[in-house]
């Protein structure tokens, strides 16, 4: 806790939370926002053709998503860092705020699966996508909606809010 607190008390964390300026929190909350959109979005289409709900979309040009989503990742990551130092001590402790990294987390090795098990099958768009494909697909819808509710939760529940019981 003093680490977090720390990280809470420095100049950057009171910058990122307390300046007037809309370079600072706001700024950082549009580009969380704008990285959530690159890793996500381009996520779902991928997920939605493989479960056959565009059957007219090609699969294999879609490989080149994942460099969108890598930035996105990324750009999630610095801005997702900066937003949590700046309420360090209560966000790390909050259920909810770990429900969503799990979630994120998960959603990331899902995402890796899918890349290295449908991406790389030399007869993409030859054939249907195996069953385990399909799971992996609505697998990743699944922890993709419950990392963002969980994200969009933690403003509004748990210890920052001093909801009794967390």
């Known amino acids: 806790m003093d680490f977090l607190r720390a990280l809470q008390d420095s100049g950057l964390a009171a910058w990122v939370r307390e300046a007037p300026s809309i370079w600072a929190y706001p700024l950082i909350i549009f580009l969380h926002s704008a990285g959530l959109a690159l890793v996500v979005g381009p996520g779902i289409v991928i997920d939605l053709v493989i479960l056959g709900f565009a059957p007219g979309l090609e699969l294999a040009p879609m490989n080149k998503l994942f460099r969108f989503m890598a930035a996105g990742f ?16 209560t966000m790390v402790v909050n259920p909810i705020f770990l429900i969503k990294m799990t979630a994120i987390g998960l959603a990331l090795a899902v995402t890796f699966l899918i890349k290295k098990k ?45 909801i009794a019981g967390y």
């Open 74 to 89: 990324w750009l999630n990551l610095a801005s997702g860092v900066l937003l949590t130092i700046a309420d360090a001590t």
């Open 118 to 162: 449908v991406f790389r099958d030399p007869l993409i768009g030859t054939r249907p996508v195996a069953a385990n494909g399909k799971f992996l697909a609505v697998a990743s819808l699944i922890l993709w909606m419950a990392a963002i509710t969980a994200g969009r939760l933690t403003a509004y529940l748990g210890p920052a809010n001093g």
